[in-house]
């Protein structure tokens, strides 16, 4: 990483949830791995923001919103194909509380993301209809950031569909790699890394 604190670059924490860590309603394997690293990487940052996955109870995600599916399955939303998960993250629930190792003192903005029933949400800038914003983009630009360190779950969905939405609205998008855990469904770690590249994110090993 460049020189610690600079006041134009944030670590952006995505998603670190008790529901994405062993134990959750949607275990990323190892994923509270992330816990300490993220705690130790915050201090080099000037500013750090962080994401939460933040479903109403029903939310159309949910495999069990349609009868017959499954979680992993897909359905075809209005906006496209979605994949179906088990029930996670329903605000206001336990499994959506930040994991409580978390240190949370340097977080200056909690965005959520994913609170309309019929949308999901991965990426922290643009649900998944592609169109809906979060607002986030703004916010960071008007705070005069150009550069965003991403870590945190999942390497291949939040972190990944966050990550290029980044680059895509002008900011170099870093993706710390180790500070990350994946879900890898059907080869979609791989799938995601390349897509990172390939968008212009840099995706390094070693924080
Ligand atoms: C996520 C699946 C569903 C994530 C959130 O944080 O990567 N994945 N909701
Ligand atoms: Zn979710």
Known sequence: MATDFRADEALVVIDVQKDFCPGGALAVT??????????ALSPRFAHVVATQDWHPAGHLSFASSHPGKAPFETIEADYGLQTLWSDHCVKGSDGAAFHPGLDLNPVE?????GFRPEID???AFFEND?????GLAGALRERGFRRLYFVGLATD?????????AAREGFEAV?????CRGIDLGGSLDAAIAEMKAAGVSVVNGA
């Not at 592609?130 to 979060?134: C, Q, S």
């Not at 969905?157 to 939405?165: G, K, Q």
């Open 30 to 39: 190892d994923g509270d791995a992330v816990v300490e690293i993220i705690n």
């Open 109 to 113: 903005l909690i965005v959520r993301k």
């Open 121 to 123: 949400s991965y990426s």
């Open 130 to 134: 592609r169109k809906t914003t979060t």
């Open 157 to 165: 969905f939040c972190v990944a569909y966050s990550a290029i939405d």
């Open 175 to 179: 993706v710390l790699l180790d500070a």
